[in-house]
């Protein structure tokens, strides 16, 4: 069985005229998927039940990923879902809404790529979860279109997508990078290039390869400590001179791209927040033209805190004196844990 969300606008020509059917049929059909969110064949109303047939036949179906659980932050601006995909995995999905005045709510989708992840990161909850499997691309694009749908009942519509809820993208590159062109393309998604950010711990072949697509999307890379021996404490699988490698891979993907890359930093108490530590990253990231999202920690089952405000105000205010630009965000919805201490608002905010 394939599903059709799978598959790649050009394919789908294919796939309509392989069937015996006209060319238009593929538009109408791509126009179905990305317009009317179906949950089945069965939905598809405009088109033809023998051309349904053929699909069947020819072994396309459409996968769903069902609502098993909703939470809604006290002010309404985060929505945290689990969804249930067709072999009863359950995965986060969250969306993050700003609004301004009367004008459209900025609305930031914020999605998983993997089920569990292998990178272990100490303070985090998806690191000490374990591995399950990989997503497929038509899993990333379900989570996005199950959100679509909601937002499309209230006249509202997704402007941003992140790849920052569970897993590491760059460990799951072919299905990400799949999604990705779906998500893009006109004749599917079709939300422009710019308005997606895919985050990652520093997968450097990944990061390679990514500079090399002909893509102008975000990247973050979580960095977390300004040296290599505070970097391996909180992320295991990082490289004995990652700190580095990441510094140079920010210089490339910029180089390559155009798009100046965020370095996210989870603030930590008694860990990577002292006033001596950030001296050293201002040192590390003078004149480097990276940006900083500070992250006050979301506590996980580790026992990590975070900082006073005082302390992360002090941090911010080391970086800003050697004219590292960075910021720092309160999250929104952290009484909804939105979710497994990762799926922030304040890094989103600045992307
Ligand atoms: N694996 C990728 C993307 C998913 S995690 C990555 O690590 O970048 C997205 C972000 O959430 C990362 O910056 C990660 O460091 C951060 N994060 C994880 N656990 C967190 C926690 N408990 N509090 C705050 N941020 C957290
Ligand atoms: Fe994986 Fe990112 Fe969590 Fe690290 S922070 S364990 S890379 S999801």
Not at 7 to 34: C, E, F, N, W
Not at 38 to 53: A, L
Not at 78 to 96: F, H, Q, R
Not at 236 to 256: C, E, M, N, Q, W
């Amino acid at each position: 069985m394939t599903d059709l969300y799978s598959v790649l606008p050009d394919d789908v020509d294919k796939l309509v005229t392989s069937i015996g059917q006209p060319r238009y049929r593929a538009d109408q059909l791509l126009h179905m998927l990305y317009r009317e969110f179906p949950k089945d064949m069965s939905d598809m109303r405009q088109i033809p039940s023998e051309m349904k047939k053929a699909l069947a036949s020819a072994g396309y179906t459409i996968g769903s990923a069902n609502e098993v659980h909703r939470v809604v932050s006290e002010d309404g601006q985060t929505t945290k879902l689990l969804l249930k995909l067709c072999d009863g995995t359950l995965i986060e999905t969250v969306l993050m809404q700003y609004r301004k005045g009367n004008s459209h709510p900025r609305s930031t989708i914020c999605v998983s790529t993997q089920v569990g992840c292998q990178m272990g990161c100490t303070f985090c909850a998806t690191g000490q979860m374990g591995f399950e499997r990989n997503l497929k691309a038509e899993e990333i694009v379900a989570q996005v279109l199950h959100f679509a749908s909601v937002l499309q009942e209230r006249k509202e519509h997704v402007t941003n997508i992140v790849f920052m809820g569970m897993g590491e993208p760059l460990a799951n590159y072919a299905e990400t990078i799949r999604a990705v062109r779906l998500l893009t393309h006109a004749r599917a998604f079709g939300l422009g290039q710019r308005h997606i950010t895919i985050s990652t711990v520093g997968v450097m072949k990944g990061i390679d390869r990514l500079a090399e697509e002909d893509l102008q999307i975000g990247l973050a890379i979580s960095l977390h400590a300004p040296n290599d021996e505070l970097r391996r404490k909180l992320v295991p699988t990082a490289g004995p001179h990652s700190v580095k490698d990441l510094i140079s891979a920010t210089r490339i993907y910029f180089k390559k791209t155009g798009r100046r890359v965020t370095l996210e930093y989870a603030l930590i108490e008694g860990v990577n927040d002292s006033p001596e530590i950030a001296a050293e990253l201002a040192t590390l990231l003078k004149g480097n033209g990276a940006h900083v999202n500070l992250i006050p920690v979301n506590p996980t089952a580790g026992g990590f805190k975070r900082p006073r405000w005082k302390r992360i105000t002090e941090f911010e205010h080391v970086l800003r004196e050697s004219d590292v630009n960075c910021t720092v965000r309160v999250e929104k919805g952290s009484e909804i844990s939105a979710a497994c201490g990762q799926l922030r608002t304040d890094v989103v905010k600045n992307l």
